[in-house]
Each structure stands twice: as structure tokens, then as C-alpha cells.
């Protein structure tokens, strides 16, 4: 028997949502304005640690913050008003730090409009303290995938 982990299924810690960027989303050209994309990356990021029951209020309660540290974003195509949009996000790390990919299709074609990614790294709430390895709830809460 091999020691070795089994490979992570594609969809396990991923997700994707439907989405349509509403009309007060829209700048003066009429078009997403920039600082919107990271509220829809949000949505599809709760969605996500949800899926583990591990969201913000769940994280407040196990005594952990995960501020985003850093957040970087790709803008291929512009976003518009009431576009059907398909937005992913998946768990790329969980170690040391918890690193969040995203892309934001359009529905219809599957054309790529946006990729980013959030880093958040795990700080006691009691303390303040930064930890440079993730608390062994996030593990528990990934399930077998952390392994």
C-alpha cells in the first residue's frame, strides 16, 4: 500500500457561481468598474468556505481571522451590465497560508474575463498574532483533501 497522498479530485475544493454585474456595478463607459471584480470574487469565496463550513463567522468562532494580505487581478475583458457570468474559485494552498485562485468567465462563450487570486494568512483573534502555519481547524474543515 502506498503511502503517498491520493490526488485531489478537481472539483473538491472548488466551486463556481452564476453571476450578472448589476446596473449601480457600472462606471461612466458603462462597463464593470474595476473595484467591483473583488465583490464578486468575495461571493464566489464565501460560496466556497462555506461549502467546508468554515466562512467568516465560522472562522470568528474557532478563534481565527483571515484577513486578505494580498490580492491580485488580471483584467482580460470588460465586465458589463447583466452579463451572465461564470465565477470559479478554488483552494490552491492551505498550508501556510490560505491562497485563493478565481477566474470569471462569460457564461455564454466560456471566454476567460478575469484571473486573480487572494492570499489570507491566519491570525489569532485573541492575540493579534500572525501564525505562519494555518490552525488545525482549517485542516479538519478541508477534510481529507488537507492531508
Known sequence: MSSETPPVPADALAIEIDLEPAFHDCDPMQVVWHGHYLK????????LLRRFDYDYPQMSESGYLFPIVDARLKYV???????????????????????IGYE?????SGERLTRAHT?????????????????????????RWSA
Open 40 to 47: 464578486y470574487l468575495e461571493i464566489a469565496r464565501c460560496a
Open 104 to 108: 470569471i468567465r462569460d457564461a455564454a
Open 119 to 143: 492570499i489570507q494568512v491566519a491570525v489569532d483573534a485573541a492575540s493579534g498574532e500572525m501564525l505562519y502555519v494555518c490552525p488545525p481547524v482549517l485542516r479538519q474543515r478541508l477534510g
Open 77 to 99: 475583458r470588460p465586465l458589463r451590465y447583466a452579463q451572465a457570468l461564470k465565477v470559479s474559485a478554488r483552494i490552491v494552498e492551505w498550508e501556510n497560508r490560505l491562497k
